[in-house]
Structures are given as C-alpha cells and as structure tokens.
C-alpha cells in the first residue's frame, strides 16, 4: 500500500466513529451515517480505554468533544446563513443532509472516492425516497484531493455563482502538516475571494493544549488509537502564529470561537472545557 493510501486508511475509522458519536448524540439524520465500525470503534473505545484513562468530571469524553466541536461549527454557519456549503474532508457527516434536506441549502461534499461511495451506499440502502427527493440536486459529491495543487482552482470552480459560500472542514486540518495546512488556507481563499465567503473549521492551538495537560493529552491519545499510531499532528503553537498564517494565507478578518464561551448561547454543549477552537476567516 502507497504511503498516502495508508494515512487515508488509518484516518478513515475516525469519520465512522465521529458519525456514530453524532447518532449517540441524536442529532438529525445521523442515524443515517451510523455503521457498525463506528458502533464498534465507539463502545470499544468508551468502555475500555476511555473508561481507565478518564479523570471524571476535568476532561471530555470523546462524544462531549466532537459534540462541542460540530455543534460550534453549525452555529457559527447558523449565524452566517451561506447560499452554498462545501464541506471538505466531509466523511459521514449528517450537516450536509440536514442542510439540504430541511434549509434547501446547496451543499457539496468533498472527500476521497472510497468514502464518498460509502456515502452514497448508505443514503441509497437506509434514506426514504421522500427524503432523497428532497435532497435531489441540492446535496452533492465530490471526489478532490485537498493536497492536490490544483484543489484550490476545482474548489473555486464549485462555488462560481454563490453569493455567500462557506467552505466548512471539521477534522480535517489536524491530520495534515504545517506546510500543507498553509497551502490549504491558500486554496480555499483563492477559491471565496471573488465572493469574500467564510472558511470555517476546528483548529487546536499547542499553548492551550499545554494549558490544560491532561485533557489534551488523553484527547490525542485516544485519538492516536482510533488511526492505529498515525494521531494528529503538531498544531499551530499559539494563537497568533496561527492567525499570521490566516493572513499570509490571504484572510482579512479571523473570529475565534471556544465552547465554554458559548455556553449560553448553545444549551446543547456539555458544560465541560474541550481544548478546540472553531475558527471563522473571512476572504
Ligand atoms: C478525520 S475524518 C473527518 C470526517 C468528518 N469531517 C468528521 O468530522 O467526522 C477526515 C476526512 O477527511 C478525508 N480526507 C483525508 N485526506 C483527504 C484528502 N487528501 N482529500 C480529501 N479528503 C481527505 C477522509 O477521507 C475523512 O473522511
């Protein structure tokens, strides 16, 4: 196996966890993207490794974390109301159904070949045909490589014509280098510049990482088990070194959201710290 097709293997078990975790949750049409390798990976993971390693009460449970996570991204794409959404790196996620399906919102999912056709495998084998009507053009999908050079030009050609897309990416950007996150940056402004469109996504930042010692560590530490070693890599040092990035890469206005903060505005969240930030840039 090519070393790029074994990154993209390893991290695969965590778009089926992450999908089963937002079914645990109960969020809307989650049920859809929810297999048995997440239930597995899931109740493996929580009653095991999870259980032994949990101080109660100081860090996140794996389900609290990608809660608080892809519950921060909705609102802060609730309170942008975007004409079009491309989610990269989509994997199983239910946003792009509950986008399409119930806002009648455009969305295109952008991932690899071999997990856009379990995608569409599961929407064809367990979605109603009501359902799948309703979707109709408004949900799509897109196999691109986000490290291809030409990403950024492919992505552009996707929203042509949108007045105010947003480019989502959740989980995504943890699993890639410094150098390659940069140039990722760089794509997706070239491709909203004409629109001045948002670029929303979760990022972590090794100072508050540091801050909070236990948590994180035991947060990258199951999350290296679940990509059997590969784990996530290094992130930005600390907040400014991140946001310099953000403008060199092109951004004109950078807003930092963080879970605790939003406690009231979003009821849902566990009231928990979680070491995440969900970053919103503006082209
Ligand atoms: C960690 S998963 C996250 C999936 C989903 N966003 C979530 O939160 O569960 C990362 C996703 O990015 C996709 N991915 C990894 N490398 C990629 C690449 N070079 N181009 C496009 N997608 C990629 C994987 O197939 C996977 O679906």
């Known amino acids: 196996m090519s070393p790029a097709r074994d990154r993209h293997e390893r991290i695969a078990p965590t778009a089926h966890f992450t999908a089963y975790t937002w079914h645990h949750l109960g969020l809307p049409y989650a049920h859809l993207y929810a297999t048995a390798r997440g239930a597995r990976l899931f109740w493996a993971l929580r009653l095991t490794i999870e259980w032994s390693v949990r101080v109660r009460g100081a860090v996140p449970t794996m389900a609290q974390y990608l809660g608080h996570r892809h519950r921060v991204i909705d ?82 050609a996707l929203l042509e014509g949108a007045e105010r897309p947003a480019v989502v990416a959740e989980g995504l950007l943890g699993y890639l280098t410094l150098p390659q996150r940069v140039a990722l940056l760089t794509s997706v402004r070239a491709a909203l510049a004409p629109s001045g469109g948002v670029f929303v996504f979760d990022s972590h930042l090794a100072d508050a990482q540091a801050a909070v010692g236990r948590a994180s560590q035991v947060l990258r530490s199951l999350i290296g088990v679940l990509t059997r070693g590969q784990g996530v890599r290094d992130p930005f040092p600390d907040a400014a070194t991140a946001e310099s990035a953000y403008r060199a890469a092109g951004f004109t206005r950078i807003e930092r959201f963080e879970p605790l903060a939003l406690q009231d505005e979003i009821p849902e969240l566990a009231r928990v710290y979680s070491p995440v930030n969900i970053y919103k840039l503006t082209a």
């Open 75 to 156: 609102w802060t794409l609730d309170r942008h109301a975007p004409d079009r959404i491309a989610e990269i790196g989509a994997g199983l996620s239910r946003r792009g159904t509950t986008w399409a399906a119930d806002r009648g919102v455009r969305y295109l999912e952008i991932d690899l070949p071999h997990m856009l056709a379990a995608k569409r495998a599961l929407i064809e084998e367990r979605a109603p045909a009501a359902l799948r009507e309703r979707l109709g053009e408004r949900l799509s999908h897109h196999a691109l490589d986000v490290v291809d050079p030409r990403f950024g030009e492919r992505l552009g």
